[in-house]
């Protein structure tokens, strides 16, 4: 394979408008020849090809892997993940792939963005592993998800962290009535200040929240428990109508071989990877680096969808009781042409990188 050029991340430090419409020129190349939606894929990406993606922690992960001097395609960096901006993204015709854990993939399915996805995973050991935990405020006395009765919960709609707080609802057999849903968006630190600030009792907390939260407002009676679910989804979704595109179909085939390698060789190799990524990227401190790389735990690359799929139907199932919105069948929104790939790369190429 030949390597192609790749353009460095568009997005970073600039405002969501003004990076939707530096992106703009990716709506504006030609389309490539349609691909419908049970053909097979393509298995070689021509010419000329470009793609946008977001995924910024893969980005780095294939650029310091060499990973990235495998693909045979153009592909700019768009510092871009998580639902709502990945959505806005593909609305625009701005962004052909993205990373998001489960719920953004029903989200725009629900609201008239038809997407799919093409690459799944999660952690082994997903429950000693969580993503999340539940911040408490302080002089709230709450040690048990039974004792969210009664609560003021931190909630964002159409967010991860908004469809955990209906899951945990529903396992504590508790419906939406029996305690008060505070919408906030769950960015930043948004969630941990609405907590020390006493606006809701309990609200998810996950990655240096937690951490800082505790150490921060833990003298003044600040607790978290764990919810005991598992809130480990990660994947990667695009527009259909991206996928219909056989030139850049082909190109994310080609990414989503990748991806778990490149993940596989942040845990292979540790310090670079904590350095680079939590340190050099995210501005933190190595012992804070150090508390996220062993909070997160290994990945788990699923050999088949049928048990991820499974799950994502209960998720829906929860989340569209709780919203008033139709149940999807899971299976629709996931694209089976894919479904190999990952694991294809991973025995190809391990967690060696392209080295």
Not at 57 to 72: C, K, W
Not at 149 to 157: E, F, L, N, Q, T
Not at 230 to 258: C, H, S
């Amino acid at each position: 394979m030949s390597s192609k050029t790749t353009r460095r991340t568009l997005l970073a430090g600039t405002p969501a408008v003004a990076a939707l419409a530096a992106l703009a020129a990716c709506s504006d190349e030609p389309e490539g020849p349609l691909l419908s939606a049970d053909a097979d894929l393509p298995t070689a990406v021509p010419d000329g090809t470009k793609i946008v993606i977001g995924d910024p922690a893969q980005q780095l992960a294939f650029e310091l892997s060499g990973l990235v001097t495998l693909l045979d395609f153009e592909v700019e960096w768009a510092n871009i993940s998580g639902g709502p901006k990945s959505a806005e993204a593909f609305r625009a015709k701005s962004l052909d792939l993205s990373s998001v854990a489960d719920i953004p993939p029903i989200h725009t399915n629900w609201t008239g963005l038809p997407t799919k996805i093409v690459a799944a995973a999660g952690r082994i050991d997903p429950i000693d592993h969580p993503i999340y935990e539940l911040g408490i405020t302080p002089g709230v006395d709450v040690t048990s998800l039974e004792d969210l009765r009664g609560k003021r919960i931190a909630y964002s709609p159409g967010q991860a962290q908004g469809a955990l707080i209906l899951r945990v609802l529903d396992a504590a057999g508790l419906a939406q009535d029996d305690v008060e849903l505070v919408e906030l968006p769950s960015t930043a630190d948004t969630y941990s200040n609405a907590l020390a600030g006493g606006e809701v009792d309990v609200a998810p907390i996950g990655g240096t929240q937690v951490k800082s939260y505790l150490n921060k407002y833990g003298v003044d009676g600040a607790t978290t428990i764990p919810h005991g679910l598992r809130d480990d989804p990660w994947t990667l979704y695009a527009p259909v109508e991206v996928l219909e595109d056989a030139d850049k179909a082909a190109a994310i085939a080609q990414y989503v071989r990748l991806w778990g390698a490149a993940k596989l060789w942040t845990r292979a190799n540790r310090d670079e990877w904590i350095q680079a990524w939590y340190v050099d990227h995210e501005g933190l401190p190595f012992e804070d680096g150090e508390y996220l790389f062993d909070r997160e735990g290994e990945p788990d690359f699923p050999e088949n969808w049928d048990e991820t799929i499974q799950r994502h139907q209960e998720t829906i199932e929860v989340v569209a009781e709780g919203t008033g919105n139709p149940v999807l069948d899971a299976e629709d929104i996931y694209d089976r042409r894919f479904e190999q790939l990952v694991n294809e790369g991973i025995a190809e190429y391990g967690d060696g990188g392209a080295s």
